[in-house]
């Protein structure tokens, strides 16, 4: 681990050492948002775990050297540093850039691995389409299901909801049952073969924060009968990309609870950190039925 080169912040740092083609291979900082319960802690900004993930496949093919920092959004030092800019941000100090904009980090990651010929960025539009908008649903039905259960001061179950948020949830299990049955179809480890792409660095830690808000918030769980999207995820929680920058279990609550304005309580934020990386012992009973835990 490198020390951080900003005060307040806190670095995993992922070193290849080496050159490439002769050169130093390039540097990349990334500095991403801190838990909102111990700032030693990665939080739950979806964005930082997508680039992440990206910049941890250049790494793991040795192609680039990577540091990651969590920063304290709210510090007068992040504030002063980086002038109101809001994490993600990345810093390539070989080339006097910095990245602020997701568009720009993206863009950055693009050009290196098509410079290093790394199949990061292959495009589908069948692929694209299915995930498309997955999430932002899940907002929509986890806002508006939230929103019920405060002015009835209980959890409602799915069928007890009113039309309209049981249209939400609907639209959302359609939109995963799609991506199960596209899973389905071609048969491999990611969305778009055997190995990683950026669909996938997309894709997979939303779904992980819809387990997780689901199961505390919503009463709601990805339709265990999806076997080939569950396997997905349990091939997501079997690589190295998005283990390393998965955070907490509570920072993702905690992270929601933030957005909603739900109340969390001092105990919540005294409890150990946990990572749930296991699936439901009867989706995985039914994974290796049908012999797809390989």
Request: glycine share 4%; net charge negative; with cysteine.
């Amino acid at each position: 681990m490198m020390a951080a080169s900003l005060a307040e912040t806190n670095g995993d740092y992922y070193n290849t050492n080496g050159t490439q083609n002769g050169s130093l291979k390039p540097l990349l900082e990334l500095y991403v948002k801190a838990s909102g319960i111990d700032s030693r802690r990665i939080g739950a900004c979806i964005f930082c775990q997508e680039f992440w993930m990206e910049l941890y496949a250049l790494y793991e093919v040795g192609v680039v050297r990577v540091e990651v920092k969590t920063v304290n959004v709210n510090s007068e030092v992040f504030k002063r540093n980086f002038l109101g800019a809001q994490p993600p941000i990345m810093i390539e100090e070989e080339k006097g850039m910095t990245y602020s904009d997701n568009r720009e980090i993206e863009g950055r990651i693009f050009h290196l691995a098509k410079e290093f010929r790394v199949a990061l960025f292959e495009k589908d539009l069948l692929v694209e389409k299915s995930i498309q908008n997955i999430y932002r649903n899940f907002k929509v039905f986890l806002r508006a299901k939230v929103d019920h259960d405060k002015v009835k001061r209980q959890p409602t179950t799915i069928e007890g909801l009113p039309p309209q948020i049981q249209a939400s949830h609907n639209k959302l299990v359609e939109q995963l049952s799609a991506v199960d049955q596209l899973l389905a179809e071609r048969k491999s480890r990611y969305l778009l073969g055997n190995s990683m792409t950026e669909y996938d660095c997309e894709l997979l830690p939303r779904l992980h924060h819809m387990r997780i808000v689901g199961r505390y918030l919503l009463n709601f769980d990805i339709p265990h009968n999806l076997i080939y999207l569950w396997n997905y995820i349990l091939t997501g929680y079997r690589t190295a990309a998005f283990i390393e920058s998965c955070p907490a279990d509570q920072d993702i609550l905690h992270h929601y609870k933030e957005q909603l304005n739900i109340f969390t309580n001092q105990r919540e934020t005294l409890q150990a950190p946990t990572k749930t990386h296991t699936l439901p012992e009867d989706v995985l009973n039914d994974i290796r039925r049908h012999g797809l835990d390989n």
